[in-house]
């Protein structure tokens, strides 16, 4: 198994609704959620926060060579994205093999399978963003 069930239910909140958190104390936005604020440490007051589902892309590769498991769905692209409150995160793109991905470009969050356990049948979900045609 790639990952195991336990570790996929914890994260599964994180996954589903790109919950990351916000410190009240100095007002930053952390993606994955953050228990501390690496700012503020002790003082920081950790709240969940929804992060924006839109973004724009910072920079991105083209894989070839793809890790065990998703050899498959090669070749595809990885990205940095930039949410629009500032947070990065990286992530796959979906429908983007048309070769016509560019930086700065918009990308919203869509909600995809990311791998297929055949022979537990345990099926991972969780977020790719997608590259919009302007
Ligand atoms: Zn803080």
Same mark, same amino acid.
């Given at each position: 198994?790639?990952?195991?069930?336990?570790?996929?239910?914890?994260?599964? +909140?994180?996954? *589903?609704?790109?919950?990351? &958190?916000? =410190?009240? !104390? %100095? +007002?930053?936005? *952390?993606?994955?959620?953050? &228990?501390? =604020?690496? !700012? %503020?440490?002790?003082?920081?007051?950790?709240?969940?926060?929804?992060?924006? !589902?839109?973004?724009?892309?910072?920079?991105?590769?083209?894989?070839?060579?793809?890790?065990?498991?998703?050899?498959?769905?090669?070749?595809?692209?990885?990205?940095?994205?930039?949410?629009?409150?500032?947070?990065?995160?990286?992530?796959?793109?979906?429908?983007?093999?048309?070769?016509?991905?560019?930086?700065?470009?918009?990308?919203?969050?869509?909600?995809?399978?990311?791998?297929?356990?055949?022979?537990?049948?345990?099926?991972?979900?969780?977020?790719?963003?997608?590259?919009?045609?302007?």
């Amino acid at each position: 198994m790639r990952n195991a069930l336990p570790l996929i239910w914890r994260k599964i +909140k994180s996954r *589903y609704n790109l919950m990351g &958190s916000h =410190c009240q !104390t %100095c +007002k930053k936005d *952390y993606f994955p959620e953050k &228990s501390i =604020c690496p !700012t %503020c440490r002790r003082k920081g007051k950790i709240v969940d926060k929804q992060m924006p !589902t839109e973004g724009k892309i910072v920079c991105f590769s083209k894989i070839h060579a793809a890790p065990k498991g998703f050899e498959h769905e090669t070749p595809y692209f990885v990205a940095l994205i930039e949410l629009t409150n500032g947070v990065r995160l990286f992530t796959m793109l979906v429908n983007a093999a048309n070769d016509e991905v560019k930086i700065g470009q918009k990308a919203v969050m869509r909600f995809r399978k990311i791998f297929e356990d055949g022979e537990h049948g345990v099926i991972g979900y969780g977020y790719k963003f997608q590259a919009l045609a302007k």
